[in-house]
């Protein structure tokens, strides 16, 4: 609900939709069989970035591109922190969605799927359903949902151990083979983003490798990059807060965590800040800013705080010795 109270804040105050921020367009409480849901109802968007970069094989996108994308991050972040006082929390490229897709071969609004129910008659028929689940479901009915759901796990955990294991293991090396056979020039090119790709995509979902053949030939994703329409916008306020009610000292994804927010010190606006420069680092690069490992006898924030004193220390020297 303080998700909900910020985004209609958000919302209210942006009524040209000028702001680089998602639009809450409707939120509402549905019950079903496993208890009540708060649901809510956003525009329609497209890729996030670090789509975007996976499109770009980790070797960065070109200078004029980052600096548009990076513009409609801080229109978004200036709107959030001077107007607002709203700290996003947890800013890094997941979280920044493009407004259209990088391919229009996969935009629902552009495939001729359709986006709502095509009549009144199915609409109607939802609703009744919908009534019914929210007013009229007994105990009983709650159970036999319940175990329809189960018997039909069985059935698809049935099915796949009755499959032909020599079909499986065939299907399995030619998916394996087709993989294989991918151009070398798909691949990262160094150890650093090779290092990426195992350490980062763990946790982002899957890299590179099991994507590059969907997204086709590294040229054609060339064109799709160079005809990308960047505009963008800030999503994702459910770890947010004000800059005056804050929920929770742990806040950030690791890779983009700010120092003070490592060291337990107090966080402002500013944390959102450290993260979009990590960001602006990714774009140009393709490679993580920080991703330190851990060791026999320090913890991974043990090294990153150790990475951003000696670059805070290199900064400050600079300054110090320019002015």
Known sequence: MDEITILQQIADGDPDDKKCVVKLLDHFKHSGPNGQHVCMVFEYLGDNLLTLIKYSDYRGLPIHKVKEICFNILVGLDYLHRQLSIIHTDLKPENILLLTMIDPSKDLRKSGAPLILPNSKDKSALESGIARLNGDMSRNHKKKIRRKAKRAAQGCVEKE???????????????NTKL???STEEQPTSSENANRLSDVDRTRGTGLGNQGTKRGSRSNRQKLLASVDLKCKLVDFGNACWTYKQFTNDIQTRQYRCPEVILGSKYSTSADMWSFACICFELATGDVLFDPHSGDNFDRDEVRISFRIVIIHGLSCNISCKY
């Open 161 to 175: 151990a009755d499959a032909d294991p020599e079909t499986s293991a065939a299907e399995e090396l030619s998916a």
């Open 180 to 182: 294989n056979e991918g």
